[in-house]
């Protein structure tokens, strides 16, 4: 079965950057997975979980969306209606790695931004125009 892959950033430059980087990481390595979700806004991620009744999958959650919801909120959520899921924070916070084990949201790994990474990719995605 394949596993459904769930990504979630408010910075929609990075997200494409994210996204870019697990389709290909699935394809060069073959794996059965597909990222069956990429969005800016959380409240997509509830509306997938609620029609999709999946037991197993992987969320890659930014924890500061910008939103009413931040990416706790968001995995403690997920982790409520599916334990098995895995959750991996993507976030430039470390400080709230304390606030997911309070919470018991057990995630899975931390990727911390830095700056100048999120500076690199926005000026490399800043120069791109639809045409």
């Known amino acids: ?18 996204k870019t980087i697990i389709t290909n990481w699935i ?11 990429s969005t800016t806004d959380p409240d997509d991620i509830s509306l997938y979980i609620s029609k999709n009744k999946i037991t197993n999958s992987l969320f890659f959650l930014d924890i500061d969306l910008g939103n009413r919801l931040d ?3 968001i995995a403690q959520h997920i982790r409520n ?10 976030t430039s916070h470390r400080e ?28 490399k995605y800043s120069g791109w125009t639809s045409h």
């Not at 079965?1 to 994210?18: F, K, N, W």
């Not at 394809?27 to 979700?37: P, Q, R, T």
Request: hydrophobic share 45%.
């Open 1 to 18: 079965m394949t596993l459904p892959i769930i990504l979630c950033d408010d910075d929609i430059i990075l997200m494409s950057h994210y």
């Open 27 to 37: 394809m060069i390595n073959d794996y059965d997975m597909e990222l069956v979700l």
């Open 71 to 73: 990416g706790i909120d």
């Open 81 to 90: 209606e599916n334990e098995f899921a895995q959750i991996v924070f993507i």
């Open 96 to 123: 709230l790695a304390l606030e997911t084990l309070k919470r018991q949201i057990s995630p899975l790994d931390f990727i911390v931004k830095d700056d100048k990474t999120e500076k690199k990719t926005n000026r």
